[in-house]
């Protein structure tokens, strides 16, 4: 009967955005919850900021800029950015933009959030300068990946994170632009109320889940 007792156990909600649960929270859990067969995980795909004790959710995934206050937070990911990126055939066509400014005179795919009040604006910055740009084209979607697959069908530029176009800027499907124009900004944290006690589930989950720092190799001598 201890033994049971101590045995990990329980559901654990989370509320994530798309992009959080497929390249964060995803890679974690394939090699947390063989370890934890009685652990059962949800996760609830969603832009809008939850309440998450309303909703009874045990934790959000969020950039550590939106974060709410109040909250315990953890680091899950490094730091990201964003790129704007387009097809080979669609830049056949078009020139690529050298401004932000640009854009507007370009065919791009907006993504509708409702945390940012509708369509998402496209944030850039250089030299301490900030810019929203309010991109407009053809295609308005909910949710990342179809703003990637008809980015790569030429319908358009695209502004996503590293992490999402990496594999199509290494094999030429994507082509970058404007990436002097992003600097680096929180990545993505976890967060829960302070006045919860997580269980020993979530204890275990949010430890598999924390980011560390690679270890910097030792100088040369």
């Given amino acids: 009967?201890?033994?049971?007792?101590?045995?990990?156990?329980?559901?654990?909600?989370?509320?994530?955005?798309?992009?959080?649960?497929?390249?964060?929270?995803?890679?974690?859990?394939?090699?947390?919850?063989?370890?934890?067969?009685?652990?059962?995980?949800?996760?609830?795909?969603?832009?809008?900021?939850?309440?998450?004790?309303?909703?009874?959710?045990?934790?959000?995934?969020?950039?550590?800029?939106?974060?709410?206050?109040?909250?315990?937070?953890?680091?899950?990911?490094?730091?990201?950015?964003?790129?704007?990126?387009?097809?080979?055939a669609y830049f056949a066509k078009h020139k690529p933009p050298r401004v932000p400014q640009d854009l507007t005179a370009h065919q791009c795919i907006n993504l509708h959030l409702p945390t940012h009040g509708g369509l998402y604006a496209w944030e850039f910055e250089k030299g301490g300068r900030e810019m929203h740009v309010r991109v407009d084209g053809q295609l308005i979607f909910g949710t990342a990946s179809l703003l990637l697959t008809a980015a790569r069908a030429g319908f358009g530029l695209a502004y996503l994170t590293e992490q999402q176009v990496a594999d199509d800027l290494t094999s030429g499907r994507l082509v970058r632009v404007l990436a002097d124009w992003r600097p680096p900004f929180l990545g993505y944290h976890l967060y829960y109320p302070s006045r919860r006690q997580p269980t020993q589930a979530f204890a275990l989950l949010l430890e598999a889940l924390r980011y560390r720092e690679p270890k910097k190799a030792p100088p040369k001598s």
């Fill in 1 to 88: 009967m201890t033994a049971l007792r101590e045995k990990p156990a329980g559901t654990i909600r989370l509320n994530a955005t798309e992009n959080a649960a497929e390249v964060v929270l995803w890679p974690a859990l394939e090699r947390f919850l063989p370890k934890y067969p009685d652990i059962k995980v949800e996760i609830v795909i969603d832009y809008v900021l939850t309440d998450l004790v309303a909703e009874r959710f045990d934790a959000d995934v969020r950039y550590g800029e939106m974060v709410a206050s109040g909250m315990i937070s953890a680091r899950i990911a490094p730091d990201a950015r964003m790129a704007a990126v387009g097809s080979p």
